[in-house]
């Protein structure tokens, strides 16, 4: 188990969510993707994989690519991705400072991420 970065899938009716705890680098990035790719593999699928990354200290550029990686499975799956991260937290300044935020979804919390759900 890497210590750096831990993750846990938590499963509800109508969505999963993965939440990830640390640091997201290149010696960490395997197990984030490893996480997301496992959710997004689940049959029957529950629809919505919410990706909880408030616990995230720092998100290296691995660790975006690992998101849009998900997103384009979870689209080929036909399946949603949110991603939740806290509003001016590293994780979210990242992907807003990259444009990322136009190409996957979004949410401030894991409320929001599954409002309607």
């Keep these: 188990?890497?210590?750096?970065?831990?993750?846990?899938?938590d499963r509800?009716?109508?969505?999963?969510a993965v939440r990830?705890?640390?640091?997201?680098?290149?010696?960490?990035?395997?197990?984030?993707?490893?996480?997301?790719?496992?959710a997004l593999d689940v049959d029957p699928s529950p629809?919505?994989?919410?990706?909880?990354?408030?616990?995230?200290?720092?998100?290296?550029?691995?660790g975006l690519?690992?998101?849009?990686e998900a997103g384009?499975?979870?689209t080929s799956l036909e399946r949603d991705l949110i991603v939740v991260a806290t509003p001016g937290g590293v994780v979210r300044r990242a992907i807003?400072?990259?444009g990322l935020d136009q190409a996957l979804a979004i949410a401030d919390d894991v409320d929001q991420a599954t409002a309607g759900r």
């Design 1 to 9: 188990m890497n210590t750096l970065l831990t993750t846990v899938l």
């Design 96 to 98: 807003e400072i990259t």
């Design 72 to 74: 384009e499975r979870a």
């Design 20 to 38: 990830a705890r640390g640091e997201v680098d290149l010696g960490t990035v395997p197990v984030l993707r490893d996480a997301l790719l496992s």
């Design 47 to 62: 629809g919505l994989l919410v990706v909880d990354l408030t616990g995230v200290s720092f998100m290296g550029s691995v």
């Design 12 to 16: 509800s009716p109508g969505w999963d």
């Design 65 to 68: 690519t690992v998101l849009v």
